[in-house]
């Protein structure tokens, strides 16, 4: 077994005997992974508001960064979750929105 990168929390044995499920911060690099995932929501129409897919460097300035996490499955990211404020108006400060 491998070790866990520092800042991590395995959950090994997931529901139905999937193997081990790695949750951890998530980096730039995981970006391609996470906008594929997000994707396929948008293209859906059922899972987001959303229409179009947005670019990197929009998605970044829209989600805390201390607040965004990955599940990784082996090497492969198999899902995502991050908060973003629902309005920049002052009368919302601390109020989040959850994507997962």
Excluded: N, Y
């Excluded at 970044?60 to 908060?83: K, Q, S």
Aim: with cysteine; net charge negative; aromatic share 8%.
């Amino acid at each position: 077994m491998q070790p866990r990168p520092q800042g991590s929390r395995a959950f090994a044995g997931a529901t139905g005997g999937c193997g081990d499920l790695t949750i951890r911060k998530m980096v730039p690099e995981d970006w391609p992974a996470v906008s594929a995932i997000h994707e396929e929501g948008v293209r859906a129409g059922h899972a987001t508001f959303e229409t179009r897919l947005p670019d990197w460097e929009e998605w970044d300035e829209a989600h805390h960064e201390p607040c965004r996490i990955v599940a990784v499955a082996g090497t492969e990211v198999t899902g995502w979750a991050a908060l973003s404020p629902v309005s920049r108006r002052r009368v919302f400060c601390g109020v989040g929105e959850v994507s997962i």
